[in-house]
């Protein structure tokens, strides 16, 4: 297996927007497009988690106080408080991380989810990254990171290549001295969360993200966690702003990780795995020449290249569907298109849509 090592010292990557996020896809112009780019689950969040939301606002006047949350999430994970860290989303915890800790060679797993790199930047630091090929699967060869290494990131699964690497392999990154960083956003959309290593504590410098945003339709809110070592939790914890969860994100973080919201998430990780299965199904059959699935996918995404993806992505818009572009991912190029999971019959009528862009791209 063969993986590409590349180094910028500069603080801008020219050839790659870090900070372009799906979301931009769906308000760019004010359209109303049926949403394949954002990796949130539609229909979220459900009516019970609306009204507990909206039930915290009566303690507006208050200030959050995280501690019941905080020993919820703790409890859903069987860890000890002190290794859970409330944070505004995942993104938050990306920025502490670049911030807090006092690393000289960090390194990201690339394609992957951009913010981790340019959190990094912001900091100051210069970013290795360590490309994953598409000719091997985009599967992680641990021997290609480079020893030196004092911060390693990787997202498990990956997004946007919906990869799920065995936990055995990410393990193997582990160092005495390095920061190893699992993004497991997607992982509660993984049936059985099989590869996490969320509720491990014998992984030296393991930090593991979790997002609540994903699974529960919660982006506008903000809820994440960060779980690591109570020292690693307490450097992150002093860089943060005081009060940074507010108390309806705090609510949701609780009521989320209750015994019937994790069997309401599990039931949909079947769900999604079920519509992915549909919507890989109809690319594989529709097939055009130059269109590759990128298999087996994981999480609630699909990576697929299709020839001439620009202006396909442009006759998709005008068909009314908005898809993420694949080209702002390091490791990535202009060829890459990502789909976000959707219901049966959202996926035929975008199957459709893209039979009719990827002919007139073709013209």
Known sequence: MHTDRAHDHGPTDR???LRHHGDVEVRDDGAQLIDLAVNVRADTPPAWLRERIAGSL??????????????????RHGLPVGRVLLTAGAAEAFVLLARALKVRQPVVVHPQFTEPEAALRDAGHSVDRVLLREADGFRLDPGAVPEDADLVVIGNPT???SVLHPAAAITQLARPGRTLVVDEAFMDAVPGEREALAERTDVPGLVVLRSLTKTWGLAGLRIGYVLAAPETISELERAQPLWPVSTPALAAAEACVEPHALAEAA???HRVAADRAHLVAGLTEFAPDGLRVME???????LVRVPNAVAVRRHLRDLGFAVRRGDTFPGLGGEWLRLAVRDRATVNRFLQALDQAVTLAGR
Do not use: C, I, K
């Open 267 to 269: 039931h949909a990780a």
């Open 58 to 75: 009566a303690g507006l006047a208050a200030y959050p106080d995280g501690r019941a949350a905080r020993a919820a999430v703790a409890a």
């Open 15 to 17: 050839a790659h927007d």
């Open 159 to 161: 997004n946007p290549t």
């Open 296 to 302: 087996p996918a994981e999480g609630p995404f699909v």
